[in-house]
């Protein structure tokens, strides 16, 4: 009997077993766009990209969508063509010096490679007031389980709101430069077989520069004026965090004030909720939000993203690290200024703090 089992036992890894085929849901590359056109005059961009889904839960990769061509309509029948930037595929740039206009209404118009033909609704530009004056407030962000705190600056814009219209706002980053502070007198390079020493081999030059950069909005800055229309209101236009480089000497930047329509604003708004979720079991699930672009051909076809027409003004600001009620850890970069990507010796020709 014991040998019988043994038997029984040997030939059960011979029986045939069929295979478990997993099947994946996966989805369609959506198409997205992102494009904010405004009437400030210069080269202005639209990024078209699809990404692979994989059901709800994974997104792979986001690749560009190379290619395409796109352009921009206006509602008198004016077109301009749009050319791909060669070196940031999935980048298509209008002329030099395109602009929108207030009271014109501007639509964006998709021809995919594979022939599918995009397009966006109209966007009416809408006339947008100055910026008063342009402040800072410093604040802290505490840390979940560290003991130090993010920090950086709040910019604060004043506006006079126009009386008897709706009005919907955006904030943007334009560019920023600050002196950039260095150690090259503690410069240390790798060892190496013609150069093994580890000691310090202090560089003549240089300490400071001047360093120019694009910071990322951190977060989604928009406002209506239900509460304040026609008053005179103050508003937290945007964020710049404290990376231990910035706030050392002088800091400048411009802030973008942009019309923006009803509708783009609803979307920014559910975007923007979507992004400040906390992660708790009462958090609505993610969705695709779809925005104002639609398949000529399949308007069920869901895509991602915004055409946003508007009009635009820009105020600048300096800050000196004096005007910081808190400030991070000086950051060593124990080198040349020169090295620092973006920096130069020169200030800016409009450099005037």
Known sequence: MFKRLIYILLLLPMACIDPYEVGLDTG???????????????????RLT?????????????????????????????VVFLEENSEDRGSYLTPPGFATRPGRSYTLQIQTPEGKVYSSFPETVNPVPDINSLSIETITIPVEGEENVRSGIQLIVDIQDPAEENNFYLWKHGPSVYILETRPDIFTPRP?????????????CCIACFRTEQ????????????????????LVAGFVEDDGLR????????LRQISISQEAYRFLRLVKQQTE???SVFDPPPANIRGNMINLEDPEEVVLGYFIAGAETVRRIYVDKSQLTFAQPRSIIPD?????????????ADWNP
């Open 28 to 46: 369609e590359q959506l198409l997205t766009v992102e494009a904010v056109l405004t009437s400030v005059p210069g080269r202005q961009e639209v």
């Open 50 to 78: 699809r990404s692979d889904t994989y059901g709800s839960v994974f997104e792979g990769l986001i690749r560009p969508v190379r290619g395409a061509t796109v352009v921009v309509r206006d509602d008198l029948g004016e």
């Open 192 to 204: 190496s077989d013609t150069n093994p020493s580890r000691d310090p081999q202090p560089k003549d």
């Open 215 to 234: 910071v990322d909005n951190s977060g989604i800055y928009i406002s209506n004026d239900d509460n304040f229309n026609g008053l005179n209101t103050r």
């Open 247 to 254: 706030f050392v000497n002088t800091y400048r930047i411009d």
């Open 277 to 279: 979720i906390s992660g």
């Open 336 to 348: 040349d200024c020169r090295v620092v990507e973006g920096a130069q010796l020169d200030p800016p």
